[in-house]
T-cell receptor, first 116, second 113 residues
Framework: GAVVSQHPSWVICKSGTSVKIECRSL??????MFWYRQFPKKSLMLMATSNEGSKATYEQGVEKDKFLINHASLTLSTLTVTSAHPEDSSFYIC????????????FGSGTRLTVV | GESVGLHLPTLSVQEGDNSIINCAYS??????FIWYKQESGKGPQFIID?????DKRQGQRVTVLLNKTVKHLSLQIAATQPGDSAVYFCAENRDSGNTPLVFGKGTRLSVIA
């Protein structure tokens, strides 16, 4: 139980275009979703926290107008990278508190974004 | 926070040996800790967790030790297998539930067959 499905698993896009990444909670309601970014050989860095029905909270240094987060339902949170540039190429991962003992947080499988 | 520019430290062990991966955490108020395994191109996979009211917890082939005095966490893997090769991250959290996990720098474990 407590599965988060993340799509796409990888995407290649041209500079200047926008890319949407979706995370769906399959068997539980995710009122909160955390979005992380991971550069090669580095750790996961929190970008923002989305809450269903309200505005996302962004970490310092993360441009909210560039990384648009929508959490319109209890089972879907999306991250849109707008006007993508090569430096946005990274691995993006979502995570939700699953509220289950020993598995307090569940992670999506990640999205590899390559901007060319 | 994460130090920009540092590469992941690597631990190489022989198959069958025990592995010990260490992690220092920064927030003395953290009360929940998790170890994750991450294989290339995949999301983090839960290994084991521990709460601050404990100093040791055992799972199958894995043990987590918590030393709150020096803010140190370790993961011990017994009889390391080639399938254990991955990057391991510790993560900490305060008020577990709706606050995000903060990840450590990570350690790459390479198992030599």
């Amino acid at each position: 139980g407590a599965v988060v499905s993340q799509h796409p698993s990888w995407v290649i896009c041209k500079s200047g275009t926008s890319v949407k990444i979706e995370c769906r909670s399959l068997d539980f309601q995710a009122t909160t979703m955390f979005w992380y970014r991971q550069f090669p050989k580095k750790s996961l860095m929190l970008m923002a926290t989305s809450n269903e029905g309200s505005k996302a909270t962004y970490e310092q240094g993360v441009e909210k107008d560039k990384f648009l987060i929508n959490h319109a339902s209890l089972t879907l949170s999306t991250l849109t990278v707008t006007s993508a540039h090569p430096e946005d190429s990274s691995f993006y991962i979502c995570s939700a508190p699953a509220g289950i003992t020993n598995y307090g947080y569940t992670f999506g499988s990640g999205t590899r974004l390559t901007v060319v | 926070g994460e130090s920009v520019g540092l590469h992941l430290p690597t631990l190489s062990v022989q198959e069958g040996d025990n592995s010990i991966i260490n992690c220092a955490y920064s927030n003395s108020a953290s009360d929940y800790f998790i170890w994750y395994k991450q294989e290339s191109g995949k999301g983090p996979q839960f290994i084991i967790d521990i709460r601050s009211n404990m100093d040791k917890r055992q799972g199958q082939r894995v043990t987590v030790l918590l030393n709150k005095t020096v803010k140190h966490l370790s993961l011990q893997i017994a009889a390391t297998q080639p399938g254990d090769s991955a990057v391991y991250f510790c993560a900490e959290n305060r008020d577990s539930g709706n606050t995000p996990l903060v990840f450590g720098k990570g350690t790459r474990l390479s198992v030599i067959a």
